[in-house]
Structure formats: structure tokens, C-alpha cells
């Protein structure tokens, strides 16, 4: 029996971002809202109920929010381009280094209709960006 558990939470930022489309406006600085959600998935444990207790998951996301909210995402270590994409692997990354069993991402802006969602299993190497 495997369960899934989120979270999810969101950050304003800014950045740039080299396209072939929409390319004047991209490259020019400009920021969203985004929204993420992390899913941690296991088995419960039996002795406290839970795949993870969900304070520590909150704990691990504000850290990771801090790094993001009110940030120029071009200039934020370890993330590279700032792409969605490697928004989903910079989050999945850093709950991973806090041993959390991250199961999925997503990443998404509300006002326009933008989402990527990174899927893994546990055996799932992350790429250094």
C-alpha cells in the first residue's frame, strides 16, 4: 500500500528568459505568481500513521520558498535557466536533499494557464542544472 501526500505553496519572482518565441518580452525583465505543489509518496508508517509528517514538509518548503519568493530567478543558485522545468527539479532537489521522498512536482502560473509537472521514482538520479 503506497500513499501520496502534498503540499503545495507559492512565490512571486522575477527573471529573464531566452526563447525563439515571444522572444522581445521574455528576454526583458518580468514576473509571475507561481504555484507548486510537492507529493511525497510511501507507505505509512505504522507507528505515527503518516508517509511524513507534514510540519517537516512545510518546514522544507518555506525554506525552499524563501529561496525563490521575491527573487530575480537568474541569479538564484543551483537553479540555471528559469525555466518551469528546472523550477520542478530545483524544488524536487532540495526536498530530496532533506530526505524527503519526493514523488512529484509541479510548477504553475494561474494567469496564464502555464504547467509542467516532473514524475519520479525514488531510483530517479536528478541532473545538476
Known amino acids: 500500500m503506497r500513499f501520496e501526500v502534498s503540499q503545495e505553496f507559492y512565490f512571486d519572482a522575477a527573471h529573464t528568459l531566452e526563447r525563439e518565441i515571444e522572444a522581445a518580452g521574455s528576454r526583458r525583465i518580468h514576473g509571475?505568481?507561481?504555484?507548486?505543489?510537492?507529493?511525497?509518496?510511501?507507505?505509512?508508517?505504522p507507528a505515527t500513521g503518516m508517509v511524513v509528517?507534514?510540519?517537516?514538509?512545510?518546514?522544507?518548503?518555506?525554506?525552499?520558498?524563501?529561496?525563490?519568493d521575491h527573487h530575480?530567478?537568474?541569479e538564484v543558485p543551483?537553479?540555471?535557466?528559469?525555466?518551469m522545468e528546472n523550477l520542478c527539479l530545483f524544488i524536487a532537489r532540495k526536498l530530496r536533499e532533506a530526505d524527503f521522498?519526493?514523488?512529484a512536482v509541479e510548477v504553475?502560473?494561474?494567469a496564464g494557464g502555464d504547467r509542467c509537472r516532473l514524475e519520479?521514482?525514488?531510483e530517479d538520479q536528478?541532473?545538476?542544472?
Open 78 to 83: 543551483g537553479l540555471g535557466a528559469p525555466t
Open 108 to 110: 504553475w502560473r494561474k
Open 32 to 45: 509571475h505568481t507561481y504555484h507548486a505543489r510537492a507529493t511525497v509518496a510511501g507507505p505509512r508508517d
Open 120 to 122: 519520479m521514482t525514488p
Open 101 to 103: 521522498p519526493v514523488h
Open 53 to 68: 509528517d507534514l510540519g517537516h514538509l512545510r518546514v522544507q518548503l518555506k525554506k525552499v520558498r524563501e529561496q525563490l
Open 126 to 129: 536528478l541532473p545538476g542544472l
Open 72 to 74: 530575480l530567478l537568474d
